[in-house]
Structures are given as C-alpha cells and as structure tokens.
C-alpha cells in the first residue's frame, strides 16, 4: 500500500502490526535513512543487537531468492521481534519481494527496505504500492524551504525551544536537501542552547557557521564564479557522501534565484551590496563579498538560461535514463561556462 506523503511521519512511528514489509525510497537519502531507521526501531530498539535483525545486500537476496522467506520465518533466540534490514536496494530485489508475498510466513518479523529514487516504472515500487495491507511504500522526497522550515520548528520543538521566523528561514535556506544532515544542525543547535529558550539569527549562525550543512552551496558558488576546477571537486565530494543529485539541483535553483532578484534590484537602481542585503532570507555574511561579486558578474539574460538550463537537468534526471550524477555535473559546468561568458 501506498502511503501520502502526509501521514508518512506517523505512519513509520506505528506501523501496525499487520505490516511486515516497509519499503522506504526517495531522492533525500538523509531522510530515507531516518525514515528506515524509525521503522526498524518499532521492531528492535537496538538496532546493532546480533540475535534479532539481520543486515542483507540487494546481491544475497538476487543470489539466494529463498532467503528473505528464510529470514522472515526465523525466530530470535532470546526472544522479541525479528528485523531485516535491506539497505541500497536494486530492482533486481523485485521477483523475491513479489514471491515472498505470494507466500510470507507466519509470525510478527519486519522487514524494512532502504532504496533510492526509484521510478514509477520501478519494479520494487510498484510491488509495494500494490494495495496489500502487509506491505507500505514510503517516499522520501526533498522538502521545499516553507516545508523544512516548518520541520525545523517542529524538530526544535521536541527539544522545548522557540526559534524567531527569521532564523528559521535562514536555517531553511541553507538546510534544504537532506533531512539527516537538517537533523544533526538542529541537535547541535540545541545542545549549544543549553538553558535558554528562544533561537534567534545570532545563535543560528554562531552554530551553523563554516559546517558541511553549507556543503551544497560549495559546487554550485563555484559555478556562479565560474570556477570549474571547483565545481568539479565539491561535486566529486558530494557524491562520494552520497548527497542526493536533486538536492544539489535544487539548491543551485535557489541561489540562481536569489541571484536573479538581486540583479534584478540593481537594474533599478540599487548598488550589488545593497541587492544583496536585501534578500530574505539573509545571505551567509561570510558569503556575501562573493554574492556580490556575482552581483557584478551576471546579467538577467545569462540568468534566465541558468535557471531554465537547471529545470531541464532535474526534469531529465526524472524521465530519462542517464545518470543522475552526470546530468548534475553536466549543467552544474554549463552554468561556470555561462559565468566565463559573462
């Protein structure tokens, strides 16, 4: 069954007990792993405990199509639930999934699926979308800022702190992309709050300063520069961590944006320091010297093809075959060239 994007967060919370099967999959690889991990905890709170979960590889369950049914009918030693674990799953995971419920065996084991941004022509998808009740798909999509924005709140909430719209928004800003990377700034934030109740702008940047939660903006500043050298190692940094391709597209959206009003600003009148300045939510004040010079550098129509340039390689990491990564790279580099021109 499929689960709304709505109700996903109290459903991995309590899954019920008739669900054995929960597959979580999306472009946001840091809340898919937070997603999966929930799910997996409803089973076994310790989810290093040897006697109860069992980790496998998408390639041991391609090779041997019997062992997830062995491993579903198999009971603890000491006792509790048992848990499986399929992290990186492929979609040559789909015929064992679809045969093991054909025949799932009896008892109370969950298995819980870690996977990508898998296609609606994905395999593995469809076999939990189906309709039965035993097994939920759970996607994890990258928040927009208004939607992290209102996380951010809720997550600073459970530690009993208020935090003023305009830090939140900033937070927002430069969160975006990756909900566990949003999850370890928002932790550090509030052990750095010790005993006061209210987070404002100073605090935010105080705590979030120089930390990779700024990463994504590395390869796409390098592109807005020009620097191709640098874009090219950022990237290869990102993607070796995993970061999520549709992240990186998003957040060179925004910058290209902000960019965009900036220039705008200036044409009617306002000087590139004053531009910047005035975007909402405020610019990272160690960034602002290179905002500006951008400010200088590009002008409304090499704008207008960055952004457009942009759209289509997220559109095409969505409907064709190519590698996410190199449709990322590729336009992340015509936007440097763009920059060269200008």
């Not at 639930?81 to 969950?110: C, M, W």
């Not at 370890?184 to 605090?203: H, P, S």
């Not at 940094?237 to 959206?253: K, P, W």
């Amino acid at each position: 069954m499929k689960i709304q994007p709505r109700n996903a967060d109290a459903f991995i919370k309590r899954p019920g007990p008739e669900v054995r099967v929960v597959l979580v999959y999306g472009p946001d690889a840091g809340l898919v792993r937070e997603r999966a991990a929930q799910a997996a905890r409803t089973a076994c709170e310790d989810l290093a405990d040897p006697f109860r979960v069992t980790e496998l590889k998408s390639d041991q369950v391609a090779g041997d199509p019997a062992r997830l049914f062995d491993e579903m009918a198999a009971l603890s030693l000491m006792g509790g639930r048992r848990l499986i674990r399929v992290r990186d799953a492929e979609e040559t995971l789909a015929p064992s999934l679809q045969k093991l419920l054909k025949d799932l065996p009896p008892g109370d084991s969950l298995l819980v699926i870690e996977a990508g941004d898998l296609g609606k022509s994905s395999k593995l998808r469809a076999a939990a979308e189906e309709g039965d009740a035993r097994i939920a798909a759970v996607a994890c999509y990258v928040e927009g800022e208004e939607e992290l924005a209102g996380t951010i709140a809720r997550m600073l909430g459970e530690h009993g702190l208020q935090i003023d719209a305009e830090a939140r928004d900033w937070l927002a800003g430069n969160l975006v992309g990756d909900r566990a990377l949003a999850r370890g700034e928002i932790d550090k934030l509030a052990l750095y709050m010790l005993g006061q109740k209210r987070v404002t702008l100073e605090d935010v940047r105080a705590v979030i300063g120089d930390s990779a939660a700024l990463g994504l903006d590395e390869p796409v500043l390098a592109a807005a520069d020009g620097n191709i050298a640098e874009v090219d190692r950022s990237l290869r940094r990102l993607f070796a961590d995993g970061t999520s391709t549709v992240a990186i597209l998003r957040a060179a959206q925004r910058h290209f944006q902000r960019l965009h009003m900036a220039v705008a600003h200036t044409a009617r009148g306002q000087t590139p320091q004053q531009a910047v300045k005035a975007l909402r939510p405020p610019v990272f004040f160690k960034q602002e010297p290179q905002m500006v010079a951008q400010v200088r550098r590009w002008t409304l129509p090499l704008l207008h093809q960055a952004l457009e340039r942009l759209l289509e390689a997220e559109m095409d990491a969505k409907r064709t075959n190519m590698p996410d990564e190199t449709l990322c790279a590729r336009a992340l580099f015509q936007l440097a060239q763009l920059a060269r021109r200008s």
